[in-house]
């Protein structure tokens, strides 16, 4: 099983759509989470962190489920230049006790017109 | 203007030959690492460094080197081990140790297409 797991989709979806992603993690001690935005041929640039509580920044919603080990992100109204990949990213503890991200493979996003 | 700078942005090389990728930040951070990224997967870490003169293997460490021995750099060299070099390498740091977890910042990225 990987650590951390993504639907790849893609999802297209219309303008102004709700569209939402999860994301599995199997470390049950993970203690950070993230989302991450890559737009084509791009470097990986930080959406977002995930908090336990659940945290929102315009369009943009993240929620963090420990019981079931599972994140999800969630885009309200989309627009043209939501489109993009959306990576999502776990701290896990390495075989050198320092910790590390695991980034899943990410979901594809288009938002079409 | 603070940031992570990579260079060069693309690079070709010969079956044979050993590559140096170059990673630069000034963002006074203390942890940098070097990841590769295929097509349709996640990024893998090929090795990271907590502070000046340290770094640890990461997932693929083989056919790679690296050093530290400033703050501000951390060059990737690709040898000729490496058995699938062609792929998109970038390099991240973090404020504080890498045992913090803390977000990562990216760098735009060099791909490496080997002929």
């Known amino acids: 099983r990987k650590e951390v797991e993504q639907d790849p989709g893609p999802f297209n979806v219309p303008e102004g759509a709700t569209v939402a992603f999860n994301c599995t993690y199997s470390?049950?001690?993970?203690?950070?989470f993230f989302w991450y935005r890559q737009d084509c041929r791009k470097e990986p640039k930080l959406l977002m962190s995930?908090?336990?509580s659940g945290n929102e920044d315009g369009r943009f919603t993240a929620q963090l489920n420990r019981a079931s080990q599972y994140i999800s992100l969630l885009i309200r109204d989309s627009k043209l230049s939501d489109s993009a990949t959306y990576l999502c990213?776990?701290?896990?503890?390495?075989?050198?006790?320092?910790?590390?991200?695991?980034f899943g493979s990410g979901t594809q996003l288009t938002v079409l017109p | 203007d603070g940031g992570i700078t990579q260079s060069p942005k693309y690079l070709f090389r010969k079956e044979g030959q050993n590559v140096t990728l170059s990673c630069e930040q000034n963002?006074?951070?203390?942890?940098m690492y070097w990841y590769r990224q295929d097509p349709g997967q996640g990024l893998r870490l090929i090795y990271y460094?907590?502070?000046?003169?340290?770094?640890q293997k990461g997932d693929i460490a083989e056919g790679y080197s690296v050093s530290r021995e400033k703050k501000e750099s951390f060059p990737l060299t690709v040898t000729s081990a490496q058995k699938n070099p062609t792929a998109f390498y970038l390099c991240?740091?973090?404020?504080?140790?890498?045992?913090?977890?803390?977000?990562?910042?990216f760098g735009p990225g060099t791909r490496l297409t080997v002929l």
């Open positions: 470390n049950s001690a993970s203690q950070s």
């Open positions: 995930v908090y336990s």
């Open positions: 990213v776990v701290n896990s503890i390495s075989s050198g006790s320092a910790r590390q991200l695991t």
């Open positions: 991240a740091s973090s404020i504080g140790s890498a045992r913090l977890g803390n977000e990562q910042f």
């Open positions: 963002l006074n951070h203390d942890a």
């Open positions: 460094s907590q502070i000046v003169n340290d770094f």
